[in-house]
Each structure stands twice: as C-alpha cells, then as structure tokens.
C-alpha cells in the first residue's frame, strides 16, 4: 500500500530522516568485490579549517549528481571523503591564539604545540564535515580520511624515500619565495601576483677609478626595491648595448656601502628599460640569481626571515623591509645619488596564504626535481590520459606540465608532516648545517639502521656516540594531497583491495584554479608511483559568482553563505538551482541573490519546483487507490489511450536522454530535462488530460490510467534523484510502499520498453497541446465567462491531426470548455480566429454581443498605444530632449516607445482576426 503525504513540504525534517537512515545503514558503504563495474570519485579535500561556502556547495552538488547516477546505471560507486590538514591555516591559527595569550610556539616547544593543535582539530575541525553532511553527499563516511592520518602518513614517508632513492628529491641552497607571515618558504604555484602602484627609484653608481673615455663617471640604475640594493654584487648591461660596451668589465662602488662591484654584460637585460642598466642582487631576486650564477658574482643576503634587515645590512640593521626602504633613499638622496623618482605600478608577489609580499631569500630547502614527473604526464596526456571536460583546460595543463621548476616542498613549520630525513648531528657538533649528512628513511628505526651502516664506524672510530635529530620542516600540504587518489585506497599496499577495486578513480571534479596546484601534482605522482594517471577523466567546473557577476571572495565580502540558504529552501533546492545554472562544463555560473532579505530567486524557483514534484505525488496516491507501481503491474498496450501513449513515449526518450547527459557531465542540461518532462509533461499535460480516467468508474479504464501515472511518476523520481536525492527518496517511498530499509539510491536506473517510442504519436499529441494552448488563449481574449460554454474549432488540412482531434475531441473539448468540436478544413465567418501553426487555425464562437464588445475594446487598446507612440515619438525626434536629457531618461523613453508599438501590434493583428 501507498503512503499518504503531508500536505505541505518540510524540507528540513526529511533531508535529516534521510541523511540519518543512508549512513545508519551504511548505504553508500561498497564493498570492493561486489558485483557492478567499479567507479570511483575521491573528493577534492576541504581544509580541516574550512567552513563551507558556495563553491563547497556547488562542487559537492556536482560530484554527488555524477556518483549517485552512477549507482542507478548498476556501477559498484565508491565516493571517498576527507580533509586537508592545511599546514600554514592551521598553524596561523593557533599561533595567533598562543600570541593572544601572551606566549609563542617556541614557548610551547614543538610536542606541546602539536598537542594542541590536534586538540584544537578534534574540537574544531570537523566543522565543515558536518556541514558536508547537510549537503546529502552520498559519501562512505566509514572510510573518511585525513592526511595525516597514520596510513597516509606512511605512504608520504614512503613517497619521499622512493623520490630520494631515484634522485628526484635533492637538499640545497637556492633562492626561494620566502614568506615572512607564515615564517616558510612557500611554492611558486602559492604565490599570487598582484599589480600595485609603486614607484620607480633611479640611483646614481660611481664609476671607480678613472672617468670613461667618453668622460662618464657613473651609471643610473632604477629599481623599485631599494633596500636590496645593500646586497648589490654587479650591475648589468646588456651585450649588444653601445653606450656601456667600453665600461664593461669596469667596476662601480656601490653607494652607502663602498663595496666595488663590476659591470658585467648579459642577454637578459632589456636595453629599452629604464637606463638600460640592471642591479643585480643574487641573493633576494630570481633573475638576479640567473645572471650572477653565470657571471660568478657573490651571493649576499641582507634579510633576515622575518623580513627584517640583518647585519650584513649594515647601519640599517634591524630594520623591518619597508621601513629600510624608505631609509635608504633617505640616505641615497642625503649623499647625492637619487636622481630622479617615478610612479611606477608594476607585479608584487604575494604571499596566497600569508597575503604579504613574499621575499626572494637563498634557504636551504628540499626540492622535487619536477621535469622528469612532467615528462610521463606529458606523455599520458598524448594518449588523452587523463580527458579533460571540456577539452580547452587540456591546453592549460600542458603549458604548466611543459614550462615547469623544481618544486619546493619544505616548510619551516611544525603542523604537518615531518621531513623523513635525519641528520647525523655527531659529526658536526650537535647542530643542524648544510654540511651535516643525513640519511632518508621511512621510520625513526630505519634512520638509525641506515645511519649506523653509513657513518656508525667513523664515530666509533672518533670515539664519538651516533646522535640522529629529524628535520624540523614539514612538507608541503600539497605533496601529502598530491598522493590522495592512491593514498586513501590504501597504497603502497599493493595487495590493497580497494585500490585493485577502485585504481585509477573515475573523475576528479574541481575548478580549473587549481590545475597547476593540484591536478598537475596528482598525475605527477601517480605517475610515478603507480605507473597510470590517478583518474580517466577531469571534469573542471567554473565558479559561483554574486548577483552582480563578480567572483566571490572573502576580501570582496562578497561571499554568500550557503546554510541560511539551506535553512529557508532546503539542500536539495540549492542543490537543483546550482546544478541547473550550469551552461556547460567549465563555465562560470550566476546565482542570484537579495541580501537584504536572505532570498534567492534561483534558489526559490527550485523550492517551488520541489513543492510542485510533492502536491503532483499527493494527487497521484489520491488516484491510486492504495496501489503502487508493482501492485498494479506495468501499461498494457490494449489498453493505452493517447495521452497514455504519448506520455510513455515522452518517458522512454527523456530517460535515454537524461542518461546521456548525465554520463557524459553535462548535468545541468540534464537537470533542464528532466524539468521539463515533469513539470510540463507529466504535471500539467497528462495528468489534466487523465483526470477524468483517473477518478472514473470504468475499472479497466481507471487502472490504464494508474498503471501509466504510476509508472511514469516512479521512472521519475528515479531519474531526479541524483539531482534532489532526499526529495525523491521521500517521494518513492510514498509511492512504492517500499520498507524504511530499502533505498531508492540504490535502485536501478529505468528502463522503459522500446515499443513505446512512438515519435509520429508524439507530434500529434503536442499537436493537440499547442491547439488546446491556442484555444485557451482565445477564451480568454473573448472576456466570455470562464463556465459558458461555446462551440470551437479546429482546422486543419491534415488527415493525420484530424484523426488525432476526432479520436480526442472529448477530452479536448473539457480541458477548453467547448460545447462543440468542429474539424472543418477552413473556419466559417464570423468567428474568434487564433494560429496554432501554419497549417492550423482554431476558432471560437463568440456571441454577438460578445464580439462587438471585444472589437470596441480592442479598438480603445488601439487608439490609447497610437496616442502613446505620438507622443514619445514626438519627444525623442525633439533634439533638445534627445540631445540634453540623461541618458537614462532617453533609455527609458525609447524602452516604452518600443512597448507601446508591440501593444499596437499585438491590437491590430487582434482586431484582423475579428474580421
């Protein structure tokens, strides 16, 4: 038996019921050798910082569309969730909150503060996964994972190790994005550039000893960094230069210190810049590092880390960076060498996590030796491994793949996981250097086991005990979340079952920002490490953007907070308007929104979208007498009417279509689809055309009718659930009776007969539809009361059309309030005319009375549009309005001309038809 339905719609309490009863009974839970071919999605993990916002919104909407279709189509699903430990966020965190207590992380020392941070985790977060959980993400909760959980931890020691034994991870001092914030190096792919306004300071360098031949005694540098130029070892020119091929080789004194630095010639200096004369500052620019490693210049670093001016600085000392900025062209224009200062807006580096400028600054560091892992993606790429959707960010990744520096994974923190490298302190006093050896393992053990068989004799033999200490530095978050697809399945145990189940996965979906970041990493590791790309399709999607366009962003402010959206129209509205809103793959979506009253328009169409789908399952159980789809079997052939034939045709080509869309990811067309065939077809067409059978006394005719609306409604339900899942979970179940335990999530996707296809019954039908919408339109045109009934008509030359009306004429003569049907070819005179198409008209047979009140009123619509258009004709042909008033003013003048000539029209064509 059917259950009845509330009558109204409660959103919240059955999205919770729902997302309490898949988990209790551990429904999305696979097990790897069930039967079904296997797909995968591991999902793109949060910051354990996070809290969730539109963008979490609209991916989850996204990967939980793909995987719960994949369920219907019989596929053993396997959706992996998890979180990021997200060093530098967590770590600012509580080192802002140790700060606020008066203390600092060195303070706390390193056990204590790691103590606290998975304090703070375990209380905090897990935020954004139960916020996750709102969403309906039909996720396996029993294998979430963190990355720096135990398994994962290993399999990062392991990474590490196997790169450093195949020589791809190397220890060493090179210049570096330094972030004085966070207190780390941070990655290239970490780095935003921004564009600043600045300045652009020329400096006069005195040329040592003897003037030019030409009689020139300095050169003029610009920079628009001047505190760097206290690490000066050379200035450079560029080859081909003829005002300065004489002074090369020469020397400069560099001003303020006194230290003698050559002139040296280099391709990389644009002559038409500036002067055409570059300081050159190895130590603390990139370029700068260029030239002076192929000219031998020194390397001198006037900044400490925390940004502030060390001694080599000299009397600047101390100093934070922008401050000895301003000292030293104080300094440079107090001793005659500023020449002359400009604006200048130009790039500035920033920090993505710290957001300050970061610092170019020699460290040592660990580093992955990135062409070699770029090479095989490469390679895999021309074998269109991994495919991306849509195909234009293929183009992207390859750049990044092809044009790529070694990858910096070291950070000077300690959330995170630890380098596994430990250096024999024994051999160079109890302290860490860039001299002292070191050994890679995987454990404390292993370390001291490789260390004692490599250095354990000569300690002894210098009577020295072996001392060990592990690296300080953490890796970089992102070579932890670059083994994520194989990491979470268990690797590198091989004999994993989940990873021969469900290696490579299915599809990442992620926005196309961070390709560089992280889909790039992921195929560089699995590349490497387990010989095929982690995952056979890419599917990049764009971005939420506000109501007026624009990204959001947390400094914009103009972020929108899904939950309140949740809270007023449910999950699986928000859901369904996101999904819907998606033109296609890649592109950038807009959701609308008044942030004054919390409402969202898009948001509210799918509410009411889902009331819809609720008061039409309502009817349904009302008609069905208590049965359900299987109680009453499936539609007999014999017993089909047309709007029976029509509506299963309708079934069997949208559940072909929406199968296609769905698996090729274009979901929201998908999405536009199959709102389609329920709210136009199944809702307002059949089910008022099957009213009468569904409620009549004929038996037979009574269960066609229910047979269809139950077959059609179910098919439904099933084909929208991965879109509106606890909706459509609510809603089958109602309708099938099925116990609490058994779930439409995994049900299969329908199959509907291929006999029922009937394109030619199709067309007739919507015939009939367009020819009832027509009449419709003409009643309502006539101002005749909505119960008199009149005679109408149909006209058409086609025998097809005619014996579809005739066969119908019934059914269509109630839904019209008509009293008569006539299919006469042409219409008599003297009749209310409307166009279906342009090979039928219908008609309407007005009284009199009627008529004649209908043309005076026509004629008044006529004559007032006439009078507008005189008028505002007049007014813009009139240059002193044209030509002075606003141009808002003169917009909305032209706006209404162009209404009132359409109302004209629309009176005239009227008026025709009258005759």
């Known amino acids: 038996m059917t259950e009845a339905l509330p009558k109204t719609y409660d959103p919240a309490g059955t999205e919770a019921r729902w997302q309490a009863a898949w988990e209790q009974a551990g429904a999305f839970h696979p097990d790897p050798q069930a039967p079904g071919e296997p797909f995968s999605v591991v999902i793109p993990p949060p910051n354990v910082t996070g809290s969730l916002h539109m963008g ?39 080192e802002k909150q140790i700060h606020a207590e008066g203390g600092s992380r060195d303070d706390l020392g390193r056990d204590a503060f790691l103590e606290r941070a998975w304090s703070w985790k375990a209380e905090s977060g897990g935020t954004i996964v139960g916020q996750l959980r709102r969403l309906g993400y039909s996720v396996d909760w029993q294998r979430e994972r963190f990355t720096l959980d135990p398994g994962l931890s290993a399999a990062v020691a392991e990474a590490f190790v196997r790169l450093h034994e195949q020589g791809l991870i190397y220890r060493g001092e090179y210049l570096v994005n330094w972030c004085p914030a966070s207190g780390s190096a941070v990655s290239d792919l970490e780095v935003e550039t921004k564009e600043v306004d600045g300045h652009l300071w020329h400096f006069r360098y005195p040329l040592s000893g003897e003037p030019g031949a030409d009689g020139t005694d300095h050169l003029v540098v610009a920079t628009t960094r001047p505190e760097t130029l206290l690490g000066d070892t050379g200035v450079a020119v560029h080859p081909g230069d003829p005002r300065y091929a004489a002074l090369v080789g020469r020397s400069l004194t560099l001003p303020l210190v006194g230290r003698q630095i050559p002139i040296v010639a280099d391709g990389h200096v644009d002559p038409a810049f500036g002067t055409g004369c570059v300081k050159v500052t190895p130590a603390h620019d ?13 390397l001198i670093t006037v900044m400490a880390k ?19 900025r301003q000292a030293v062209v104080a300094a440079m224009e107090a001793e005659g060498f500023l020449v002359k200062v400009e604006p200048h807006r130009h790039s500035v580096p920033f920090s993505d996590r710290g957001k ?16 070699p892992l770029a090479a095989r993606c490469r390679e895999a790429l021309d074998r269109a491994e991994p495919r991306f959707v849509p195909q234009r960010w293929e183009k992207v990744y ?15 923190l300690w959330w995170g996981h630890r380098i596994p490298a430990w250096f024999v302190v024994s051999e160079t006093g109890g302290v860490i250097t860039d001299a002292t050896p070191y050994v890679v393992a995987r454990d404390a053990a292993e370390a001291e086991a490789k260390a004692k068989a490599q250095y354990g004799a000569a300690s002894r033999a210098a009577g020295r005990e072996l001392q060990l200490e592990q690296d300080p530095d953490v890796l970089d978050t992102w070579f932890s979340s670059g083994l994520w697809p194989f990491s979470t399945l268990g690797w590198p145990d091989e ?44 599917y990049i999607h764009g971005l939420v953007r506000d109501e007026n366009n624009r990204k959001m962003s947390k400094s914009a402010g103009n972020g929108i907070d899904p939950l309140p959206l949740i809270e007023r129209y449910g999950a699986d509205a928000l859901r369904f308007a996101l999904v819907r809103e998606v033109a296609g793959a890649g592109q950038d979506i807009r959701l609308d929104y008044d942030r004054a009253s919390g409402s969202s328009g898009t948001v509210e169409t799918a509410r009411n979208f889902a009331n819809k789908l609720w008061n039409a399952t309502r009817f349904a159980l009302m008609n069905l007498g208590g049965e359900t789809p299987a109680s009453l079997g499936g539609p007999l052939a014999a017993e089909l009417e047309s709007e029976d034939r029509w509506i299963l045709s309708r079934l069997a080509r949208t559940a072909e279509q929406a199968a296609e869309l769905y698996g090729s990811y274009r979901l929201g067309e998908a999405a536009k689809l199959l709102y389609e065939f329920a709210w136009n077809d199944l809702c307002d067409q059949y089910i008022e055309w099957a009213k009468p059978r569904l409620a009549g006394e004929e038996a037979g005719v009574r269960t066609a009718a229910r047979r269809v609306l139950a077959t059609s409604l179910e098919a439904l339900l099933v084909m929208l659930h991965p879109l509106m899942p606890h909706l459509t979970e609510e809603l089958w179940h109602a309708v099938t009776g099925a116990e609490a335990t058994r779930f439409l999530a995994l049900q299969a996707w329908p199959q509907p007969e291929a006999a029922w296809l009937d394109e030619r019954h199709e067309q007739a039908f919507q015939f009939g539809i367009e020819a009832v919408r027509a009449l419709r339109n003409l009643r309502a045109l006539s101002g005749v009361k909505p119960s008199e009934r009149l005679p109408v008509g149909v006209h058409s030359g086609s025998p097809e059309r005619r014996e579809f009306l005739e066969v119908n004429q019934e059914k269509i003569l109630r839904l019209v309030g008509g009293s008569a049907l006539g299919l006469e ?15 039928a008209q219908v008609s309407l047979s007005v009284p009199r009375q009627s008529l004649e009140a209908l043309r005076s009123r026509l004629e008044k619509d006529l004559a007032k549009a006439e009078k507008e258009i005189k008028g505002l004709a007049g007014r813009l042909a009139n240059p002193n309005f044209a030509g002075k008033a606003p141009p808002e003013v003169v917009d909305e003048c032209r706006a209404n001309l162009a209404e009132a000539e359409a109302q004209a029209a629309l009176a005239r064509g009227r008026l025709q038809g009258l005759g």
């Open 306 to 324: 925390d940004g502030t001016m060390n001694a080599a600085a000299g009397r600047f000392e101390g100093l934070d960076r922008f401050e000895a």
């Open 495 to 538: 004999t994993s079952a989940d990873l021969a189940a469900w290696y490579p996965t299915s599809v990442l979906v992620t926005g196309f920002d961070i390709i560089f970041f992280w889909v790039a990493r992921m195929t560089m590791m699995a590349g490497a490490f387990t010989g095929q790309m982690p995952f056979r399709d890419v």
């Open 356 to 371: 300050v400028p970061v610092e170019p600054l020699l460290s040592t560091q660990w580093f992955v030796q990135a062409e």
């Open 398 to 412: 390859r750049d990044w793949l092809t044009d790529i520096r070694d990858w910096c994974i070291s950070r000077q």
């Open 825 to 839: 070819p042409q219409p008599a005179a003297g009749q209310l005319l409307g166009i279906v198409d342009s090979d």
């Open 56 to 94: 979490h919104g609209f991916e989850t909407a996204l990967i939980d569309t793909i995987v719960r279709f994949q369920r219907l189509r019989g596929r053993n699903v396997l959706c992996l969730p998890g979180t990021d430990h997200a060093s530098i966020a967590v770590q600012t965190i509580l």
């Open 286 to 298: 990139p370029n700068d590092f260029a030239i002076g490693a192929r000219h031998g210049l020194p």
